[in-house]
């Protein structure tokens, strides 16, 4: 049976038999996503994956020819079904094994330094001068942390993670250092239905999520000389992002961004981009993040009404807010925009006093790019950096408590981790738009007065550009700039006379139901 099978003559009615026949073994038929981390899910042509696991090494097998049980995989293209080509199908789920598995493949074995046996289905290591300068940026952080008194602190932030994370964090901080050398060299990969990762992996907040979910934790990344450090180790892992390094996550395994599950939730023919050459003609990660958007006049138009607003992106809501102070001490608790703060300028600032605030936040697997809302002279741009990793006081708490004392299993709490981790660092948003690196424009537009708008990087590298400068002149839909890298959110403001003289009344949000845009759609008409 096992010859028969080896050699494609075998029958799906014999299906049962060729498992039976591997129990006999001591190998079972694997759960292809918990214990085969979703390889590669089924292949319709065969009957079976041929995936099975190993417990007592666990080993994940393909198996080709009987003398092909060794818990290893034959990288032959003759396998016998589920080649190391096949892409991941079952877009429904997105189980993870473990939180190792939530990072990328191969993560815990290059953290525990592991044998890994399978190398051709981990994602590639960047080029040795890429892993050293990461290594050095990380090695920079340990010194300036061991040898003062950011060492006690380290240790609180440590001692205080919440028990329902400490297996999903790295433990003390002479083992983060050892974490952050290896994922600083990972490049987002896709995460298929993993909510609060929005179907971008990233790996840098993963690792630092369970410090974050603290006080200690969050006063740690806040302090100057440790964003000075970190702000270094991102950089390098932007240099990555922007290298031919960064194309391992091109492919069609479960991480892939060229996976079924990937292609079909990123519509990719919107864009411009190759589908026929590798990695769609992309020549980094970054350029696929910023990736354009085909004929934009014709795929995006502009409505053109003098007094419409349009949105500067493609945007969902997150929060908005009239009668706005030029300053108050509740953008610390993230309950209330102060602009002072925000716009890091006074002048500009009392631009916005007493008008109205809409922020909402771009998807991490759509477009990332900024249009002006509407026609005028850019009287003011402005990048001013931030913290790194920053988290408010109240969300620096939130979703500590995953299981509620319960007893559950490790899947439903890796699942509840999965849904709710991030939520603190998501929902932190409008605290960040006060200290993260932002972008900051004042359009000024003859019909609706000065226009602010702040663009906030978000996670990872907390990136943002600037393609227009003080004094241009810009169209309503002309690009200002994109994110790179990572998460995003944007906001655009108002001044009080904009919004008394609206006929829409003082809630001016109210008028559209509607809370998700995109680029040059209407928000808003100001109209008197």
Same mark, same amino acid.
């Given at each position: 049976l096992l010859d028969q099978f080896a050699t494609g003559s075998s029958s799906c009615a014999r299906k049962g038999r060729w498992v039976d026949a591997l129990a006999l073994l001591g190998s079972h038929k694997a759960s292809t996503w918990e214990k085969c981390g979703n390889i590669c899910y089924k292949e319709k042509k065969k009957c079976t994956t041929g995936w099975t696991w190993n417990p007592s090494n666990e080993h994940c097998t393909l198996f080709n020819t009987i003398r092909g049980v060794t818990g290893r995989i034959d990288p032959s293209p003759n396998l016998l079904s589920g080649g190391i080509?096949?892409?991941?199908?079952?877009?429904?789920?997105?189980?993870?094994?473990?939180?190792?598995?939530?990072?990328?493949?191969?993560?815990?074995?290059?953290?525990?330094?592991?044998?890994?046996?399978?190398?051709?289905?981990?994602?590639?290591?960047?080029?040795?001068?890429?892993?050293?300068?990461?290594?050095?940026?990380?090695?920079?952080?340990?010194?300036?942390?061991?040898?003062?008194?950011?060492?006690?602190?380290?240790?609180?932030?440590?001692?205080?993670?919440?028990?329902?994370?400490?297996?999903?964090?790295?433990?003390?901080?002479?083992?983060?250092?050892?974490?952050?050398?290896?994922?600083?060299?990972?490049?987002?990969?896709?995460?298929?239905?993993?909510?609060?990762?929005?179907?971008?992996?990233?790996?840098?907040?993963?690792?630092?999520?369970?410090?974050?979910?603290?006080?200690?934790?969050?006063?740690?990344?806040?302090?100057?000389?440790?964003?000075?450090?970190?702000?270094?180790?991102?950089?390098?892992?932007?240099?990555?992002?922007?290298?031919?390094?960064?194309?391992?996550?091109?492919?069609?395994?479960?991480?892939?961004?060229?996976?079924?599950? $990937? !292609? @079909?939730?990123?519509?990719?023919?919107?864009?411009?981009? /190759?589908?026929? =050459?590798? +990695?769609?003609g992309f020549d980094s990660f970054n350029a696929f993040f910023t990736r354009s958007i085909h004929d934009i006049k014709k795929n995006r138009p502009c409505d053109a009404g003098p007094y419409v607003l349009t949105s500067f992106g493609d945007v969902t809501e997150f929060y908005n807010q009239?009668?706005?102070?030029?300053?108050?001490?509740?953008? $610390? !608790? @993230?309950?209330?925009?102060?602009?002072?703060?925000?716009? /890091?300028?006074? =002048?500009? +600032?009392?631009?916005?006093?007493?008008?109205?605030?809409?922020?909402?936040?771009?998807?991490?697997?759509?477009?990332?790019?900024?249009?002006?809302?509407?026609?005028?002279?850019?009287?003011?741009?402005?990048?001013?950096?931030?913290?790194?990793?920053?988290?408010?006081?109240?969300?620096?708490?939130?979703?500590?408590?995953?299981? @509620?004392?319960?007893?559950?299993?490790?899947?439903?709490?890796?699942?509840?981790?999965l849904e709710n981790g991030q939520m603190g660092v998501i929902e932190t948003e409008l605290y960040l738009a006060h200290v993260a690196t932002r972008c900051i424009f004042v359009i000024n537009n003859n019909e609706l007065g000065p226009i602010g708008l702040v663009f906030i990087g978000m996670t990872e590298i907390s990136s943002c550009t600037m393609i227009k400068k003080a004094g241009d002149y810009v169209e309503k839909g002309e690009e200002l700039g994109q994110f790179q890298f990572g998460g995003s959110s944007g906001l655009v403001a108002l001044s009080k006379t904009t919004v008394d003289n609206a006929s829409t009344g003082p809630n001016i949000w109210s008028q559209n139901e509607k809370r998700t845009w995109k680029v040059c759609e209407k928000i808003v008409d100001l109209s008197p």
């Amino acid at each position: 049976l096992l010859d028969q099978f080896a050699t494609g003559s075998s029958s799906c009615a014999r299906k049962g038999r060729w498992v039976d026949a591997l129990a006999l073994l001591g190998s079972h038929k694997a759960s292809t996503w918990e214990k085969c981390g979703n390889i590669c899910y089924k292949e319709k042509k065969k009957c079976t994956t041929g995936w099975t696991w190993n417990p007592s090494n666990e080993h994940c097998t393909l198996f080709n020819t009987i003398r092909g049980v060794t818990g290893r995989i034959d990288p032959s293209p003759n396998l016998l079904s589920g080649g190391i080509s096949c892409p991941v199908e079952d877009c429904a789920k997105g189980q993870f094994s473990n939180w190792w598995s939530v990072v990328s493949p191969c993560f815990k074995k290059r953290v525990l330094k592991e044998e890994i046996y399978n190398p051709w289905l981990c994602e590639a290591e960047p080029n040795n001068a890429m892993k050293e300068r990461t290594n050095q940026a990380v090695e920079a952080l340990a010194d300036a942390v061991l040898n003062s008194e950011l060492k006690n602190l380290a240790d609180e932030m440590h001692n205080d993670v919440p028990d329902d994370y400490k297996e999903y964090c790295p433990g003390d901080f002479a083992s983060l250092i050892v974490y952050l050398k290896v994922v600083a060299t990972i490049t987002p990969p896709f995460t298929n239905d993993a909510p609060g990762f929005n179907y971008l992996g990233v790996p840098l907040t993963t690792v630092l999520l369970c410090y974050l979910h603290t006080q200690k934790g969050r006063i740690f990344f806040a302090n100057n000389t440790v964003n000075t450090h970190m702000r270094n180790i991102v950089n390098a892992y932007g240099d990555l992002l922007q290298s031919k390094d960064s194309l391992t996550v091109f492919n069609e395994f479960q991480y892939g961004w060229q996976s079924k599950c $990937a !292609k @079909n939730l990123l519509d990719m023919d919107q864009f411009n981009y /190759n589908p026929n =050459e590798p +990695a769609w003609g992309f020549d980094s990660f970054n350029a696929f993040f910023t990736r354009s958007i085909h004929d934009i006049k014709k795929n995006r138009p502009c409505d053109a009404g003098p007094y419409v607003l349009t949105s500067f992106g493609d945007v969902t809501e997150f929060y908005n807010q009239t009668d706005v102070e030029f300053e108050t001490p509740l953008w $610390a !608790k @993230n309950e209330s925009y102060s602009l002072k703060q925000m716009f /890091n300028d006074d =002048e500009q +600032a009392k631009k916005f006093e007493g008008g109205a605030i809409l922020q909402a936040y771009f998807s991490a697997h759509k477009y990332h790019r900024y249009h002006a809302p509407a026609n005028g002279m850019i009287q003011y741009a402005e990048k001013v950096p931030g913290i790194i990793y920053a988290i408010d006081e109240i969300n620096a708490g939130v979703a500590d408590n995953l299981t @509620n004392g319960k007893n559950i299993s490790e899947q439903h709490k890796l699942n509840l981790w999965l849904e709710n981790g991030q939520m603190g660092v998501i929902e932190t948003e409008l605290y960040l738009a006060h200290v993260a690196t932002r972008c900051i424009f004042v359009i000024n537009n003859n019909e609706l007065g000065p226009i602010g708008l702040v663009f906030i990087g978000m996670t990872e590298i907390s990136s943002c550009t600037m393609i227009k400068k003080a004094g241009d002149y810009v169209e309503k839909g002309e690009e200002l700039g994109q994110f790179q890298f990572g998460g995003s959110s944007g906001l655009v403001a108002l001044s009080k006379t904009t919004v008394d003289n609206a006929s829409t009344g003082p809630n001016i949000w109210s008028q559209n139901e509607k809370r998700t845009w995109k680029v040059c759609e209407k928000i808003v008409d100001l109209s008197p």
